[in-house]
């Protein structure tokens, strides 16, 4: 069966009145293409910057271990869950 319906402010009216049999039917929504907000896919520099603004507050840490040496990620793990826990820094 088909019934047409209204999407305001997230909920779904149906605008026939049906009496179902059991609570918690599953219904199919058929929603026209044209009324989807498509939000855009974060760009590779909103998601370098996001990572940077993660690491600004263990940036001294990374530059310790100048280029080409191995980042020690363990001791900045340790750090981090430090000042997070326990309030060090």
Do not use: C, F, N, W
Request: charged residues 30%; glycine residues 6%.
């Amino acid at each position: 069966m088909q019934v047409q319906a209204i999407y305001t402010q997230g909920r779904i009216e149906l605008l026939q009145p049906l009496r179902l049999r059991h609570d918690g039917v599953r219904l199919v929504v058929t929603v026209p293409d044209e009324e989807i907000e498509t939000q855009a896919a974060p760009t590779k520099d909103t998601l370098e910057s996001r990572v940077r603004a993660i690491l600004r507050p263990y940036q001294h840490l990374l530059d310790r271990a100048g280029a080409g040496s191995t980042i020690d990620y363990d001791s900045i793990r340790d750090e981090y869950l430090a000042d997070k826990y326990m309030g060090q820094r």
